[in-house]
């Protein structure tokens, strides 16, 4: 089984600053590690995903990522925000086998961006 | 548009009213799952479906129901709502079978139980 722990629940920014969220898992297997974004109203969109390879993954919206085995930590960073980031962000962890999908979620973290 | 389509978005009901939701995915993906999301605890997935005529029970199923009678439809079913199933419900779908697992999410459905 998985779990993943969202340090952060809510992260207040000011806009074009820079922004780490902080995303640790556990597991026993190895693991397909994915952050999703979630805009008011609306369903979770896939961000970025680390399968293998290099551990620093890019995604949508200038977002990356680093996959760091060692301290089973996948932080989310942003080199400088924008006011339309303002959203919820969920890291989720997924067995890399196995028949069931089922990706589980962080509690999620709150990014505010403020003028 | 490749989409994840489900329905009610909104929906106020009261206690021990049967609902369905539906969802439905245009994709052809073998793989679909609900997951409910409520505050400070994240999506917990309720249910899944590995393909037509397969599912099983996710970390919450109790007092869900669900079928898959067809590769793009898979209906949520309460059959005797109560107050502790307030919450927002999230249809997602998967191409399955050796692909990565990334799911794609339908817009959700807010469900109301009084």
């Known amino acids: 089984a998985q779990s993943v722990t969202q340090l952060d629940s809510q992260v207040p920014v000011f806009e074009e600053a820079p922004v780490e969220l902080r995303c640790n898992y556990s597991?026993?297997?190895?693991?397909?590690l994915f952050w999703y974004v979630q805009y008011p109203n609306q369903g979770l969109q896939l961000l970025l995903k680390?399968?293998?390879?290099?551990?620093l993954v890019k995604g949508i919206n200038g977002f990356e990522a680093e996959f760091n085995k060692s301290q089973t930590s996948f932080h989310l960073r942003e080199p400088s925000v924008h006011i339309s980031d303002t959203a919820e962000y969920f890291c989720?962890?997924?067995?890399?086998?196995?028949?069931?999908?089922?990706?589980?979620f962080g509690k999620g973290t709150l990014l505010t961006v403020n003028p | 548009e490749a989409q994840v389509t489900q329905n009610p978005r909104y929906l106020i009901t009261v206690t021990g009213k049967k609902l369905t939701v539906t969802c439905s995915q245009n994709?052809?993906?073998?793989?679909m799952s609900w997951y409910r999301q409520d505050p400070g605890l994240g999506l917990r997935q309720i249910y899944y479906?590995?393909?037509?005529?397969?599912?099983d029970k996710g970390d919450v199923p109790e007092g869900y129901k669900v079928s898959r009678k067809e590769k793009r439809n898979f209906p949520l079913i309460l059959e005797s709502p109560s107050p502790n199933q307030t919450s927002l419900y999230f249809c997602?779908?998967?191409?399955?079978?050796?692909?990565?697992?990334?799911?794609?999410f339908g817009e959700g459905s807010r469900l109301t139980v009084l």
């Open positions: 597991s026993s297997v190895s693991v397909y």
């Open positions: 680390y399968l293998s390879g290099s551990t």
């Open positions: 479906s590995m393909n037509v005529e397969v599912t």
């Open positions: 989720a962890v997924r067995g890399s086998g196995g028949s069931n999908y089922k990706l589980t």
């Open positions: 997602a779908s998967s191409p399955g079978t050796g692909h990565t697992g990334e799911l794609f």
């Open positions: 994709m052809n993906h073998e793989y």
